[in-house]
């Protein structure tokens, strides 16, 4: 007896293409909304740059936005810039008259440092020239600071010793002594040094600190600033350095000192990226850096000498020595990408996978309809063929054989009435056609009775 072979393959495989597409639009959605982690290096060691920046990395993740910052230590900035260069890191600390990646470009600059020497006004030193013989003292420093005072000196004649004997220096000469902060005072009085000088930040309450100090040990209880007056021509010469201005009555206002604006030069800290790095990210990190710098000063008053590279318009930016990132710039004059100018390219794609799984879902219901309006067909022919084979049957025990194959028959096709949508005229004639096979078969098992 022959059995019916339904399909039930087909069924079954034809989901796989709405599944991959909705998978596809699940990978795209979470794509866009995941949090993007970018590698920060940070530098120097035990300096504010790296505290501010674990600071605003912690400050990310609490307010959940779409950067997270993996924050990557090292010993100095020649390092963090290397790390830079070499791809290990996605941003970084970076001082320029140190090392200069030369894949970065600058999203803030986080603090600012001058180079100038506070004198008692007793001591006679006017300006930069009157140091020739003198001693200098300066905090304990790093090695980059010294390498600046020495380029200073250098551009106006004069040799850095910084591992003088004790009384003057010679006279083409200047004297480096290291001092502690709380020995300044001490230090200018007893004559061990004649002036202070700084690599910092005006502003800091370290500057004003050391200012009080020369002056506590001025006689008078007045201070000399001195900067660089030729700061254009030093500029000139190492470019990676940045004319800075010592506002007049910074540190104090009665009298007024400086009496009057100090010009100098110095260097700065910087937050560079790669110059690869999209427009879109580069713009996010600087938005939330600024936006977070109040919440960051609470903790790391450091956080409020956080400013933006100064420029004159775009092409100034991009052209400088110093150049700026691009996606800074976008922040800068406000006009960041919008969500829909970012994501573009997703959006076209998430809106194409969903005409697709549209298109899909459609197709999938009419061609899983037919197959299941073709089931039933070919149920109702194969009871037609028993119908008509049965009238020409003799033999009992296949007219017993046929009966089960129609019972087999309506079962199934009632499974498929119960489980799924059926058109009322397929189910009409499947109805017709088992009770013809089994009025047939039935009269026939009766002949032969």
Do not use: C
């Not at 390498?147 to 591992?163: C, F, K, M, P, S």
């Not at 296949?398 to 799924?420: F, K, P, W």
């Amino acid at each position: 007896m022959r059995k019916l072979a339904l399909p039930v393959g087909r069924e079954a495989l034809l989901p796989l293409g709405l599944a991959v597409l909705l998978v596809l639009g699940a990978l795209t959605a979470f794509q866009v909304t995941r949090p993007t982690t970018l590698t920060i290096a940070v530098a120097p060691e035990g300096g504010t740059e790296p505290a501010l920046l674990r600071a605003y990395a912690d400050e990310l993740a609490r307010r959940r936005l779409g950067i997270r910052l993996k924050v990557l230590p090292f010993a100095g900035v020649r390092e963090s810039a290397e790390a830079l260069k070499a791809g290990k890191a996605d941003l970084a600390v970076v001082r320029p008259d140190v090392a200069m990646p030369g894949n970065g470009l600058t999203l803030a600059v986080l603090r600012e440092l001058a180079a100038f020497v506070a004198a008692p006004a007793a001591s006679g030193i006017k300006g930069v020239p009157d140091l020739a013989g003198r001693r200098l003292g300066m905090l304990a420093s790093r090695t980059a600071d010294r390498t600046l005072v020495g380029d200073l000196a250098a551009h106006h004649g004069l040799e850095l010793l910084t591992e003088a004997a004790s009384g003057s220096a010679p006279q083409t000469a200047v004297a480096l002594v290291p001092v502690a902060e709380a020995d300044v005072a001490a230090a200018l009085g007893a004559g061990r040094i004649d002036a202070l000088v700084l690599v910092t930040t005006p502003t800091s309450p370290a500057a004003r600190r050391l200012v009080d100090h020369v002056r506590a040990a001025s006689p008078d209880g007045e201070v000399t600033l001195i900067g660089v007056p030729d700061a254009a021509a030093v500029l000139a010469r190492w470019p990676r350095l940045q004319p800075v201005t010592v506002p007049a009555a910074l540190f104090g206002g009665n009298p007024r000192l400086p009496a009057e604006d100090v010009a100098t030069v110095g260097s700065s800290y910087r937050l560079m990226a790669r110059a690869d790095l999209s427009r879109s990210l580069a713009a996010e990190v600087t938005q939330h850096l600024f936006e977070m710098r109040a919440a960051l000063a609470e903790t790391v008053p450091a956080a409020e000498d956080v400013t933006h590279p100064a420029y004159e318009d775009t092409a100034d930016a991009t052209s400088a020595r110093l150049p700026i990132h691009p996606g800074a710039i976008d922040y800068y004059e406000r006009e960041q990408e919008t969500f829909i100018e970012r994501y573009e390219s997703w959006i076209y794609l998430v809106a194409i996978l969903a005409g697709g799984v549209g298109s899909t879902a459609a197709w999938l219901r009419q061609r899983l309809g037919r197959i299941r309006r073709e089931r039933i067909e070919v149920a109702t022919a194969r009871l037609l063929e028993l119908r008509s084979e049965a009238r020409r049957e003799t033999d009992r025990a296949r007219l017993e054989g046929m009966a089960g194959e129609v019972d087999d028959l309506a079962a199934s096709i009632a499974r498929h009435a119960l489980n799924r949508p059926t058109e009322p005229r397929t189910l009409a004639a499947a109805n017709v056609a088992i009770e013809a096979a089994r009025s047939t078969v039935g009269r026939a098992r009766a002949g032969t009775g």
